[in-house]
């Protein structure tokens, strides 16, 4: 009795039960540090093809204290900034923020290429720590 961790024919990871035959996927993660600037956007991975997102959050530990705005978004590279959450103000709030679904969160055929993009207005931050993270599956 035992489990095994097999790949699955589409890339993914699953999980096996022997005892009860059930497989399972296992669910992974990409997360990243923002970084501040005016407005600046980064490539933080990429998502298999065929991945189902489960979650996405942002970890605001230090507000960010630019003048005006201060968002974060998640998004595809070649496609909007905002293509799999809108912008989160964290500038206002410390916490934890779960991200609603979006169209953008169905599996796709392909790999996706996942962008950050932080923008701020006003006056330039010189303080404020995010983290954002997705969490997802490969079918």
Same mark, same amino acid.
């Given at each position: ?6 790949? +699955? %024919?589409? =890339? ?6 022997? %005892? ?9 993660? *990409? $997360? ?5 600037? @005016?407005?600046?956007?980064? $490539?933080? =991975?990429?998502?298999? @093809?065929? @991945?189902?997102?489960? @979650? ?10 630019? /003048?005006? !705005? %201060?968002?974060?978004?998640?998004? *595809?590279?070649?496609?909007?900034? +905002?293509?799999? !959450? /809108? ?13 609603? %679904? $979006?169209?953008?969160? #169905?599996?796709?055929? #392909? ?7 932080? #923008?701020?207005?006003? +006056? /330039?931050?010189?303080?404020? +720590?995010? !983290? ?8």
């Amino acid at each position: 009795m035992g489990k095994n961790v097999v790949q +699955t %024919a589409t =890339g993914g990871v699953a999980v096996i039960d022997d %005892a009860a035959s059930s497989v399972g996927s296992m669910v992974m993660a *990409l $997360t990243w540090n923002v970084a501040r600037g @005016a407005t600046n956007t980064v $490539t933080v =991975g990429a998502l298999p @093809a065929n @991945a189902r997102i489960i @979650a996405i959050w942002v970890e605001n530990t230090v507000v960010h204290n630019a /003048a005006t !705005t %201060a968002t974060v978004s998640v998004g *595809l590279s070649g496609g909007t900034a +905002t293509y799999f !959450t /809108a912008a989160q103000d964290i500038k206002t709030a410390i916490g934890n923020f779960s991200q609603a %679904a $979006t169209v953008g969160w #169905t599996p796709a055929t #392909t790999v996706q290429t996942v962008t950050c993009t932080y #923008t701020e207005t006003g +006056t /330039a931050s010189t303080t404020g +720590t995010a !983290t954002v993270g997705v969490l997802y599956a490969v079918l």
